[in-house]
């Protein structure tokens, strides 16, 4: 007997998310063996994402109103922010913003079961071109056509669906924070 379920990985940020949906497959085989356990990247973008703006001096949050067409995610793989206090880099503030980012990612998708993960937790203190590689790597060939805009070319040339730099790092890690949680690469690794 076969059983699958979608898995969703998400890396919040402010003005929007990357993430990875994932198909798991589960195959139970006769007797007491193990089940056979397959993971396959459906999909990895970036979606837009909360919009922050001001009105008479406060902070207003407009959210999106869907993020996925026909897509019932049963867990959900969520990077929370992390307060580094010895190497803070930008307006710390920022944070709050992104755990409200992360809440409402959660709370959208609605999915029976979220794993939080902090960035440390995960990745280590891996930097971002290194990582991309390392997540790269780790996918199969398909999954990585999925993901290249540019057919024939390598992902680590090419902007995934055209995104710019900045996007395309949440998608990265999107992808890494899923790669981890589904045990198909440890941390730093």
């Known amino acids: 007997m076969t059983a699958s ?3 969703c990985s998400i890396d919040p940020g ?13 195959e139970q085989l006769s007797g007491n063996s193990r089940p056979l356990t397959s993971v396959v ?10 919009v922050f703006t001001q009105e008479r001096g ?3 949050v407009k959210k999106p109103e869907k993020w996925f067409d026909d897509v019932s995610v049963a867990e959900l793989a969520l990077e929370i922010p992390q307060v580094y206090i010895k190497r803070s880099q930008g307006n710390q503030n920022d944070l709050v913003f992104l755990a409200y980012a992360a809440g409402v990612a959660d709370g959208m998708l609605g999915a029976a079961k979220t794993i939080l993960y902090h960035p440390h937790d995960w ?6 071109d290194l990582g991309r590689d390392r997540y790269s790597k780790a996918l199969t060939p398909a999954e990585r056509d999925k993901l290249c805009f540019v057919r024939g070319t390598r992902c680590k040339e090419a902007r995934i669906h055209g995104l ?3 996007l395309e790092h949440n998608v990265w890690d999107a992808i890494g924070l899923g790669l981890h949680h589904l045990g198909r690469r440890r941390r730093g690794a």
């Not at 990247?41 to 909360?50: D, F, I, Q, R, V």
């Not at 990745?123 to 971002?128: E, I, T």
């Open 5 to 7: 379920y979608t898995v």
């Open 14 to 26: 402010q003005h929007g998310c990357g993430y990875a949906l994932w198909t798991v497959c589960v």
């Open 41 to 50: 990247l459906l999909e990895a973008n970036y979606a837009p994402g909360l």
């Open 58 to 60: 406060q902070p207003v």
């Open 123 to 128: 990745k280590g203190n891996v930097d971002k």
């Open 164 to 166: 710019t730099a900045e």
